[in-house]
């Protein structure tokens, strides 16, 4: 059964002074699914279709799926409803389209951070940088993905998407596994995963960037605190009277 599936694009764009690595959408949707099967693409429509999926992210996360309508979401493109229609057949497609989107992007982008990176700390550090930089670049996909999935009501597009989901998973799985250096260690590695996608994944709630600093320092923060604990997070060597005083965090 053929898959929507991102594939790397070698097309780059600046966002935010930074060079960031487009994912092309292939249309190539399962037969049962697809109103319209597309053998090719070409770069204009996957610009356009791109740009119909950050609106309707973004539209997803101020109204929530149920609340969001289609018509609203071709005003945004300035698009016809159906000029919209040619590029999904239904709201949930949509839905799928944006969350397909952008777990392949993380997962494409992650692929290439860590190529050729063996310390287990500095990919554990890459994962954080990766996962701050792309939802800080979008957050409404954020938001989407992390209170919409549920409304996949269709089976093939759940599993799809949770597919990746259990990719990106396993993948801090492993890379915690190697930190550790052990074959078993004390605590599952698949709780100790969780809490840190919990940590990245509530990013959107609060990042000022005025307040909160860079992606980068806000990823070497997590990661220390993360790898050797609150008290040990920028501890000067020396205590005065059994309290510990604290450096500024990197």
């Known amino acids: 059964m053929e898959t929507l599936m991102p594939v790397a ?8 002074g930074r060079k960031v690595r487009r994912v092309a959408i292939a249309r190539r949707l399962p037969l049962c699914m ?13 610009a356009q279709l791109e740009q119909i999926l950050d609106i309707g992210a973004e539209i997803f996360s101020e109204k929530g799926y149920h609340d969001a309508s289609i018509r609203v979401i071709a005003e945004g493109a300035r698009m016809s409803l159906a000029g919209l229609y040619y590029y999904f057949r239904s709201k949930e497609e ?13 997962l494409a982008n992650l692929q290439e951070s860590l190529q050729g990176v063996t310390d287990p700390q500095e990919k554990l550090r890459r994962i954080v940088l ?9 957050m409404a996909y954020q938001k989407v ?18 597919k990746k989901r259990r990719r990106y998973f396993e993948l801090v799985r492993e890379v915690l596994q190697e930190v550790s250096g052990k074959k078993e260690f ?16 509530w990013i959107h709630m609060w ?17 220390d605190l993360f790898l050797h604990g609150f008290l040990a997070l920028g ?8 309290e510990y005083t604290h450096a500024t965090p990197r």
């Open 235 to 242: 501890v000067e060597e020396g205590k005065t009277k059994g």
């Open 94 to 106: 949509l839905l799928f389209l944006i969350q397909d989107h952008a777990f392949g992007s993380i």
């Open 34 to 46: 697809s109103a319209r099967v597309r053998e090719t693409t070409t770069p204009r429509y996957d």
């Open 207 to 223: 990042y000022n960037p005025k307040k909160d600093g860079k992606p980068e320092d806000m990823a070497h923060t997590l990661t």
């Open 9 to 16: 694009n070698e097309d780059q764009s600046v966002r935010g």
């Open 145 to 162: 993905c992390a209170f919409e999935q549920e409304f996949l009501q269709e089976k093939d597009y759940y599993a799809i998407v949770e």
């Open 186 to 201: 004390p605590i599952k590695l698949g709780a100790i995963a969780l809490f840190l996608f919990g940590a990245m994944s």
């Open 130 to 138: 990766n996962h701050f930089r792309y939802f800080l670049q979008h």
